[in-house]
């Protein structure tokens, strides 16, 4: 069965064509969770209920542009959406402060260590994180989907960038203590 078919089947309610859109996409929406949620539980959640809102809203899907860019839109939103039933931002009024650049050492750092420091992030600087350098987004678009201003969005990603170098830094030096 073609993906459009699926789609349009999926469309009609289809039992069966939406446990096979599961089957296709769950991996890959799956880790979208993963980067924006606090632990893998959490993430498994936020995957259910994107899934949920996938199915409820898949009428406007109208094939204009990459379905798996619209699945992962929608997923996005869905976890955002929880974060702002928390009030994660609500309180927050930061001034900018000074962009920090990461150095990332890929022979020295793994990707899942990468993924844990990013995942123990408070939420407010790792979804501004994952937002901006995961996944390309402006500070106006961030700020727009999470009901912020651009500066608490750019304020946000520098203290993400921050406390990432400083985690990095530490664990290099632990490194090369055990190395000696």
């Not at 799956?30 to 959490?42: D, G, I, T």
């Not at 997923?75 to 001034?95: A, D, H, M, P, S």
Request: overall charge negative.
């Amino acid at each position: 069965m073609s993906l459009n078919q699926l789609i349009e089947n999926c469309k009609r309610n289809d039992a069966k064509a939406q446990s096979e859109l599961y089957k296709l996409f769950s991996s890959k929406l799956f880790s979208v969770c993963l980067k924006y949620s606090r632990n893998y539980a959490e993430a498994e959640d936020n995957l259910q209920d994107a899934f949920i809102t996938i199915f409820k809203k898949i009428e406007q899907y109208k094939n204009k542009g990459s379905f798996e860019g619209w699945l992962k839109r929608v997923t996005i939103n869905t976890v955002l959406q929880q974060y702002r039933k928390e009030k994660v931002f609500e309180i927050i009024n930061e001034n900018i402060v000074d962009d920090v650049e990461l150095d990332i050492d890929e022979d020295t750092l793994s990707i899942d260590y990468l993924l844990r420091i990013i995942q123990e992030l408070p939420d407010r600087y790792r979804l501004v994180f994952n937002l901006y350098v995961l996944d390309g987004y402006s500070h106006k678009e961030i700020a727009n989907m999470l009901d912020i201003n651009i500066g608490t969005s750019k304020s946000n990603l520098a203290r993400a960038r921050q406390i990432l170098k400083h985690t990095i830094e530490d664990y290099k030096s632990s490194q090369s203590l055990q190395s000696l």
